[in-house]
């Protein structure tokens, strides 16, 4: 299930980056980002019938990074935390964290991935950064 709704977000995202005239976006109306959220919704109602916390995980779009289309990307993910928080969900930004960590965080890839897919170390990071985020959030 997790992998389908990946693909049908992925999928979607690239329909959205593949677009050419990158400076009339707007991520405020995006009907693509309406569909996200209605779905979030959903699943938050479920997740607060059943006493239980959604978190949102926001890996990074490493091979945009220096492309054009950053800006681009940067506003869709400004737009998704802004109404994420908004429906107090957490998120744990696996993007900053590793810019904060990582002077070099290609060390965090698996080599000749086309689609930057993380190694070992990557997803030992992740693994890490998100108990992290699990413990704190008992505490609270």
Partial sequence: KLYKTRQLIMYNLHKLIQKDDTNSYNAENNDDLNIFFNVIDKIKKVTDQNDTKLVLVYLPAAKYEFSKRYS??????????????????????????????????????????????????????IAEKIIKFIKEDELK
């Fill in 72 to 125: 681009y990307l940067r506003a869709f993910k400004e737009e998704i935390f802004k109404n994420i928080k908004q429906r107090e969900i957490g998120i744990i930004d696996i993007d900053r964290l590793i810019k904060e960590n990582y002077n070099f965080p290609n060390i965090l890839y698996a080599r000749q991935s086309p689609e930057y897919h993380f190694n070992e170390k990557g997803y030992q990071f």
